[in-house]
């Protein structure tokens, strides 16, 4: 029985799996090959950098065919985190009708730690305009609570930090890939998305887009 149970449990996984896989690919549609940052609302005028990986440089900007209707927008899916003092909180009621970066990392990714200090100065300049949302990948990479919360202390950083001790909003996202980062309107929508480390001139193109 806890065999039979087991194997259910692992296939619900897989089907939130690749429907976030889905949200992900739709991200990234648009553009010729993947590792990069996608304008969802085919209202960008950033034109096609150099290609981004996972291993550490830095994530493009493609523009998207079209005008996208806003009822062929993808409201942001929403998932269950925990803050740091351990308290369950919802993205629904993190947004707060401000526009969002959220972001995807874990303390033992290079290329999270590398843009990290981009994202914490940007943080820290737009004052409260935009709001980040820093989302620890725990049992990712080998992450930890405890080591994404030593990090984050060690290195001084300020903005809010999440940590997804159930990987639901890994497997909602369909994360495949640390760090990657989205961009939210302030209405809720996935405005951009994209899969590798962001520089801080594409970090900013992307917060152009939903502000």
Avoid at 108 to 129: A, I, N, R, S, W
Avoid at 141 to 166: H, M, N, S
Wanted: proline residues 3%; aromatic residues 10%; charged residues 20%.
């Amino acid at each position: 029985m806890n065999g039979k149970k087991k194997w259910i449990l692992a296939v619900i996984a897989l089907v939130v799996l690749l429907a976030g896989a889905a949200i992900l690919y739709q991200v990234l549609q648009g553009q010729g090959e993947t590792g990069g940052l996608a304008d969802l609302g085919g209202q960008g005028q950033s034109q096609t950098q150099q290609s981004g990986q996972s291993s550490g440089t830095s994530a493009q900007i493609a523009e998207s065919e079209g005008e996208t209707q806003e009822e062929e927008r993808t409201e942001a899916p929403d998932f269950t985190v925990w803050d740091k003092d351990g308290n369950e909180v919802k993205l629904s009621e993190l947004l707060n009708g401000k526009p969002t970066v959220l972001n995807f990392w874990a303390s033992t990714c290079p290329p999270c730690q590398m843009e990290m200090p981009d994202f914490h100065d940007v943080y820290k300049e737009l004052g409260g305009e935009v709001q980040f949302l820093m989302i620890d990948g725990i049992g990712s990479l080998g992450e930890t609570e405890e080591k994404g919360k030593a990090y984050i202390e060690e290195e001084g950083y300020t903005f809010p930090v999440y940590f997804d001790r159930e990987m639901e909003a890994v497997m909602t996202y369909g994360i495949s890939s640390f760090p990657t980062t989205y961009f939210i309107d302030a209405q809720g929508y996935l405005v951009a998305g994209g899969i590798g480390m962001l520089s801080r001139e594409y970090l900013m193109q992307g917060i152009d887009m939903i502000t």
